[in-house]
């Protein structure tokens, strides 16, 4: 099976910009899961999309939002872009059902300037 | 609120030697425990799951184990090699591993 991709791998971005993220999951699986992670918090989880719907949400505010389509395909959303956004955003994908872990994709690199 | 920490930052030991890395977490009952392997650059690979009911699990080279009394789980590497060399991290998890809290990781570097 292929594994999970994220497009695009690298971005640079300016202030106050807004930019969107995309993920395919591996084939099959119903689960999305998008994470942060920088240098100083480690990963840090965003939201969980499922069949579609936001079936999980982490502390960010709304300025991050998702949403995933019928082929469980998802797409990141982040407007008004500050400097302490850029990270590594990793898309992760499961069965859902909790009896195996997340495969994760390489990761977009987002660089806030 | 929630807290999980691994044991150390950095962890240095000679091949062939076993590798224990530890994972120590508070104000959690989580149902899933899992180990992923994350190397400079990549997202993360898991490696193993357990379940809270379970006690240990093993994978090749690897075993888990999962204390829901201590609120501790190990992971070890048996027969390390220079190739095993990465960050390891623990994430857990309530109701589906689709919302995982991660640990910091620790780094492990396996000298020849």
Redesign the interface.
């Known amino acids: 099976k292929a594994g999970v991709t994220q497009t695009p791998r690298y971005l640079i971005k300016t202030r106050g910009q807004q930019v969107t993220l995309s993920c395919s999951p591996i084939s099959g699986h119903r689960s999305v899961s998008w994470y942060q992670q920088t240098p100083g918090q480690g990963l840090q989880f965003l939201f969980e999309y499922f069949s579609e719907t936001q079936r999980n949400k982490g502390n960010f505010p709304g300025r991050f939002s998702g949403r995933q389509f019928s082929n469980s395909r998802s797409e990141m959303n982040v407007s008004t872009l500050e400097l302490g956004d850029s990270a590594l955003y990793l898309c992760a994908s499961s069965s859902g059902t909790g009896t195996l872990g997340q495969y994760f994709g390489p990761g977009t690199r987002l660089t806030v300037t | 609120s929630q807290k999980i920490e691994q044991n150390s930052e950095a962890l240095n030991i000679q091949e062939g030697k076993t590798a224990t890395l530890t994972c120590n977490y508070t104000n959690y009952s989580p149902?899933?425990l899992?180990w992923?392997r994350q190397d400079p650059g990549?997202?993360?690979?898991?490696?193993?799951?357990i379940r809270e009911n379970e006690k240990e699990k093993r994978k090749e080279r690897l075993k888990v184990t999962f204390d829901t009394t201590l609120k501790q789980s190990l992971f070890h590497i048996t027969a390390s090699q220079p190739a095993d060399s990465a960050t390891y991290?623990c994430?857990l998890?309530n109701?589906?591993?689709?919302?995982?809290?991660?640990?910091?990781?620790t780094t492990l570097t396996v000298k020849p």
């Open positions: 149902a899933y899992q992923y990549r997202g993360p690979v898991f490696l193993l799951l991290l994430a998890a109701t589906n591993a689709g919302k995982s809290t991660f640990g910091d990781g």
